[in-house]
């Protein structure tokens, strides 16, 4: 991909994660029930592929449940098919991390994996174990990794699916549910950008505190 057309892309990204408001009512709006296969999509990769960890997803949820305050989603579609896409993606994530197995650990850094959020996360699990799939839920980036790492250590099939279950309900339904009840507030959508750099960098700063201190803590 040329360099320009790579700017480009980033340039995009960076607006639409600051900005999935405006563009998530805009597509909603232009292309009606076209939005639930986008959001589906959205959130299933950000969960599911290992190497697209920048997309939105605590935002995303929150704007969601935003918009269906506003009547312009049905709240209980959408939670169901992102909460069927939360536990896909983790599992698919699962399911690689234990194809792939320990050769990931020889994977150079690059723009297509951020060596210092995979060593976060695999802190995270060394430190707290199955409860990081739960945690990671809410930590961009972390999520990402963490059910990938759970695949490369091999951890029990069935405990995962149980953690993935319910770390999938409790971010996908309660920051919903969060967008719904608050988000159409007059104080919240006058600080909307500022809640969103919130939701983006309030988790990540909590992500690298507790790899930190899992890492002094290792022996």
């Given at each position: 991909?040329?360099?320009?057309?790579?700017m480009e892309l980033?340039?995009?990204?960076?607006?639409?994660?600051?900005?999935?408001?405006?563009?998530?009512?805009?597509?909603?709006?232009?292309?009606?029930?076209?939005?639930?296969?986008?959001?589906?999509?959205?959130?299933?990769?950000?969960?599911?592929?290992?190497?697209?960890?920048?997309?939105?997803?605590?935002?995303?949820?929150?704007?969601?449940?935003?918009?269906?305050?506003?009547?312009?989603?049905?709240?209980?579609l959408v939670m169901?098919?992102?909460?069927?896409?939360?536990?896909?993606?983790?599992?698919?994530?699962?399911?690689?991390?234990?194809?792939?197995?320990?050769?990931?650990?020889?994977?150079?850094?690059?723009?297509?994996?951020?060596?210092?959020?995979?060593?976060?996360?695999?802190?995270?699990?060394?430190?707290?174990?199955?409860?990081?799939?739960?945690?990671?839920?809410?930590?961009?980036?972390?999520?990402?990794?963490?059910?990938?790492?759970?695949?490369?250590?091999?951890?029990?099939?069935?405990?995962?699916?149980?953690?993935?279950?319910?770390?999938?309900?409790?971010?996908?339904?309660?920051?919903?549910?969060?967008?719904?009840?608050?988000?159409?507030?007059?104080?919240?959508?006058?600080?909307?950008?500022?809640?969103?750099?919130?939701?983006?960098?309030?988790?990540?700063?909590?992500?690298?505190?507790?790899?930190?201190?899992?890492?002094?803590?290792?022996?």
């Amino acid at each position: 991909m040329p360099e320009s057309a790579s700017m480009e892309l980033v340039t995009f990204l960076i607006d639409f994660i600051l900005h999935v408001d405006r563009y998530l009512e805009a597509f909603t709006r232009e292309y009606g029930a076209w939005v639930y296969a986008l959001l589906f999509l959205i959130i299933f990769v950000e969960t599911g592929v290992v190497l697209m960890p920048f997309l939105p997803g605590d935002s995303l949820l929150f704007i969601v449940g935003t918009l269906c305050g506003a009547q312009l989603l049905s709240l209980p579609l959408v939670m169901t098919l992102l909460l069927v896409a939360a536990v896909l993606g983790d599992q698919c994530n699962y399911m690689i991390g234990r194809w792939v197995g320990p050769r990931v650990f020889a994977w150079p850094d690059s723009r297509f994996f951020n060596r210092a959020a995979f060593n976060q996360a695999h802190l995270f699990y060394e430190r707290y174990g199955g409860i990081t799939i739960i945690i990671a839920r809410f930590m961009p980036f972390v999520r990402t990794f963490a059910p990938f790492v759970a695949g490369v250590a091999e951890m029990n099939r069935t405990r995962f699916s149980a953690y993935n279950l319910i770390g999938a309900l409790l971010w996908v339904v309660g920051l919903c549910s969060a967008g719904y009840v608050f988000g159409n507030m007059a104080w919240v959508q006058q600080n909307l950008s500022k809640i969103i750099w919130a939701l983006i960098i309030v988790p990540g700063l909590i992500a690298m505190f507790g790899a930190w201190r899992a890492g002094r803590k290792a022996p």
